[in-house]
C-alpha cells in the first residue's frame, strides 16, 4: 500500500522554468519532510513541515504543507540545472515515532 | 570522520550466499534504519531499530536479518541473496521522535547474480 503518491513521477524542464511537485495521501501525517537525492548518493533533508497550511521557504523552493496535513508542494521558482535530482517526500505519525513512509520521488532534469 | 558511512559501497554477489552490509554512525543517534531503493521507487523500509538491541520490521523485511548491539553499528545480512534483493541499500539514523531529520549513507550498490 502506497501510503504517498508523488506526481509528476518524472519532470524535465528548461533552465528558468518554474514547477511544482505534488506529495498527496489519504492519511493524515504529524509531519513531513521533503528531501532531494542526488545521483550516487543518499537523501539530504531540505524541510520539515509540521503545522496544517504552513508554508517554508528556502531560497528558490516553496514548500507548503494541505491544511489537513494530508498532502504537501514543493514549488521552485527559476529552475536551475544544479536543482536536477530525485526529490522525495517523507511522512511522520505520531503512532510511528521515529519511522517515516517515503514517497516514490519525484525526478527533476532542468536543462540548460 | 565524523557521519554515517556504509560498506562495502559495491558488491557483487551469487544467489544463495550470505552477504552483510555494514553500517556505522559516530553521532550516537537512537535511531537507525535500512531502506533499500530501487528504480521507479522511493525508499522501502526494511528494518529499524530504536537503540541498541531494540530493532523491529519495516515494510520489507522478508529475507534479511539485522542486529544492534552497539548504538553506532546496524549491520543488515542478506541470509540466503536472491535476484529480487539487487538494489541499492540505504542506511540511515536520527535522533528520534517524529519530525527528526534523517541522516542518511552514501549508499551500497548490491548485485545479485
Known amino acids: 500500500t502506497q501510503l504517498l503518491e508523488q506526481s509528476p513521477q518524472f519532470l524535465s524542464i528548461q533552465e528558468g522554468e518554474n514547477l511544482t511537485v505534488y506529495c498527496n495521501s489519504s492519511s493524515v501525517f504529524s509531519s513531513l519532510q521533503w528531501y532531494r537525492q542526488e545521483p550516487g548518493e543518499g537523501p539530504v533533508l531540505l524541510v520539515t513541515v509540521v503545522t496544517g497550511g504552513e508554508v517554508k521557504k528556502l531560497k528558490r523552493l516553496t514548500f507548503q504543507f494541505g491544511d489537513a496535513r494530508k498532502d504537501s508542494s514543493l514549488h521552485i521558482t527559476a529552475a536551475q540545472p544544479g536543482d536536477t535530482g530525485l526529490y522525495l517526500c517523507a511522512g511522520q505519525r505520531r503512532t510511528n515515532a521515529g519511522k517515516s513512509t517515503f514517497g516514490d520521488g519525484t525526478t527533476l532534469t532542468v536543462k540548460p | 570522520d565524523a557521519g554515517i558511512t556504509q560498506s562495502p559501497r559495491y558488491k557483487i554477489t551469487e544467489t544463495g550466499r550470505q552477504v552483510t552490509l555494514m553500517c556505522h554512525q559516530t553521532?550516537?543517534?537512537?535511531?537507525m534504519f535500512w531502506y533499500r531503493q530501487d528504480l521507479g521507487h522511493g525508499l522501502r523500509l526494511i528494518y529499524y531499530?530504536?537503540?541498541?538491541?531494540?530493532?523491529d520490521k519495516g515494510e520489507v523485511p522478508d529475507g534479511y536479518v539485522v542486529s544492534r548491539s552497539k548504538t553506532e553499528n546496524f549491520p543488515l545480512t542478506l541470509e540466503s541473496a536472491t535476484r529480487s534483493q539487487t538494489s541499492v541499500y540505504f542506511c540511515a539514523s536520527s535522533e528520534g521522535g517524529s519530525q527528526k531529520t534523517q541522516y542518511f549513507g552514501p549508499g551500497t550498490r548490491l548485485l545479485v547474480l
Open positions: 553521532w550516537s543517534h537512537s535511531y
Open positions: 531499530s530504536a537503540a541498541a538491541d531494540i530493532t
